[in-house]
């Protein structure tokens, strides 16, 4: 044998990003200027203009309830929408055309807020169209970036994730520090009416982007999805056989394979309920700290220049801090605990950011008692508060949207992302339903006065934390991504399971 010969070594191919990426990004972050530039100024607005225009002390605590329900059920229509829309998309339209047609309602209801803004229904019907829009389209477009990739680059999908959130807080960033200033100089005509222009300008990046998506036509209405499988499974309950889980009896009936994809997704509404705690006092950063915010000191001295800081700005520290983590988080802490021997697991991920989601409540309690007692905090213990709930949000928020797309079978993808995002939705109904009552008087308005509103809270998020340390050790993962023979294999399982019958 002659060792002179050269032997060739093979170079693995390095993976690329989609060309789609690009449109995707750019799109995302008009579109979340839109919608949080318009958030900025909303619980602000609605006291000022329509619940409390004279500043009344007596009027106060029912007017900032009012406009926190309202805000609080915005948030709730357009993130309980995504589960429809992603059925829509997943059963008749496809992703590009919804995200494409949605868009536009989108922009319609955008338009209506800056025309509407004399007369509080009509306002409310302009809320009502923007979060049909924002609604219509969120679980389709995260789900749209998953859809890009395949097993040659899926290798880059945690990144992208990363730099799709990273878009939307560089989107949500800029626009509230711009749209709060055009508030107060310009009106609410204007401040409603740029986040429509960006959101026009959001739906012509993604049009423009039509040639480079991966389109996954749509698979229509059949037998084998989420709600008629589980519809069966409940109504013929008393025909399930001894050992077999509650969704087992559909295997009579329907795809064996298609019953374990919906186990899987229920496993994973497992782990989403959870998160339940945390975005029950996410949006009040949006609202709730927004009026304390009105209430401190506000002026910033950063040595080289000082400035007073608009009220529906201060959330921009949320954005600035959610980029760095979510670098520092990616190639810092994450690898350095799994370099170590504590893999980073998104249940311990999860675990960890409901406690510092409590923790920042904590701040926000103290906070709001100085305020009460007659005393003008500084705007940096809001600052703090938004430093430990930005990291929170690190680990709980983009460890959810990545979990959703990876934990789901290929035909679920946006119906799973849609649970997840009905998730906040139906947080943001618990914060509209305690302000509804503080709204209403008694019992709540009495006891949920001032800082014990946050304790509340602290209290809520704590009983989620206990129960999740019993629960987690429990709960099974299947990531449908980062095993490519995973379909294959639970359909020979099933296979041989239904022919032991």
């Not at 499974?233 to 399930?240: D, E, G, I, M």
């Not at 703090?384 to 928020?397: G, H, K, N, R, T």
Request: proline share 4%; glycine share 8%.
């Amino acid at each position: 044998m002659n060792e002179n010969v050269p032997t060739l070594e093979v170079v693995p191919k390095k993976s690329r990003f989609p060309k789609s990426v690009p449109y995707i990004i750019g799109n995302e972050a008009a579109e979340r200027f839109s919608f949080y530039g318009m958030r900025s100024i909303l619980t602000l607005f609605l006291v000022k203009q329509f619940f409390n225009p004279t500043g009344s002390a007596a009027l106060s605590q029912q007017a900032d309830a009012h406009a926190n329900k309202l805000n609080h059920l915005f948030v709730m229509v357009a993130y309980a929408l995504p589960f429809i829309g992603g059925m829509v998309a997943d059963w008749f339209t496809g992703k590009y055309k919804l995200i494409l047609y949605i868009s536009m309602v989108y922009c319609v209801g955008h338009l209506l807020l800056s025309m509407l803004d004399q007369t509080l229904n009509g306002f409310e019907i302009g809320m009502l169209v923007v979060a049909i829009g924002a609604g219509g389209i969120k679980s389709c477009v995260s789900a749209n970036v998953g859809e890009q990739f395949d097993a040659s680059n899926q290798d880059l999908l945690s990144k992208v994730y990363g730099w799709f959130y990273f878009s939307i807080n560089a989107g949500s960033m800029i626009s509230t520090i711009v749209i709060p200033e055009t508030y107060k100089y310009f009106g609410p005509k204007w401040a409603f009416g740029i986040p429509g222009i960006l959101m026009a300008l959001a739906t012509l990046i993604f049009f423009l982007g039509r040639k480079k998506y991966v389109k996954v036509p749509p698979q229509g209405v059949n037998r084998n999805n989420l709600v008629f499988i589980t519809w069966y499974a409940l109504t013929h309950a008393s025909q399930r056989k001894h050992g077999e889980s509650m969704l087992d009896v559909a295997k009579n009936s329907f795809d064996p394979e298609r019953v374990e994809g919906v186990k899987a997704v229920y496993r994973v509404m497992a782990v989403f309920f959870f998160a339940l705690a945390f975005w029950a006092v996410w949006d009040q950063c949006l609202s709730e700290w927004v009026l304390y915010a009105d209430k401190m000191d506000r002026h910033i001295n950063l040595g080289f220049t000082s400035f007073v800081i608009e009220s529906g700005s201060v959330s921009t520290v949320n954005t600035i801090f959610l980029m760095v983590f979510i670098v520092v988080f990616n190639y810092g802490i994450y690898p350095w605990f799994d370099k170590i021997g504590f893999k980073t697991t998104p249940l311990r991920r999860l675990g960890v950011g409901l406690v510092l989601t409590a923790l920042s409540f904590v701040v926000i309690a103290f906070t709001h008692k100085s305020i009460d007692n007659g005393n003008t905090p500084s705007i940096w213990w809001q600052v703090l508060a938004f430093m430990i709930l930005s990291a929170a949000e690190v680990l709980v928020s983009i460890t959810g949207l990545e979990y959703a797309y990876t934990h789901s079978p290929k035909s679920m993808k946006s119906t799973m992302t849609g649970i997840w995002l009905l998730v906040v939705s139906f947080g943001n109904l618990i914060t509209a339903s305690v302000n509804g009552l503080i709204e209403d008087g008694g019992w709540w308005a009495r006891n949920l006065k001032g800082a014990n509103y946050e304790w509340f809270f602290v209290a809520f998020i704590s009983v989620f934390i206990v129960a999740f340390l019993f629960v987690s050790p429990r709960l099974k993962e299947r990531n449908y991504i980062t095993d490519p023979y995973l379909d294959d294999t639970a359909r020979s399982k099933i296979i041989a399971d239904t022919n032991n019958l």
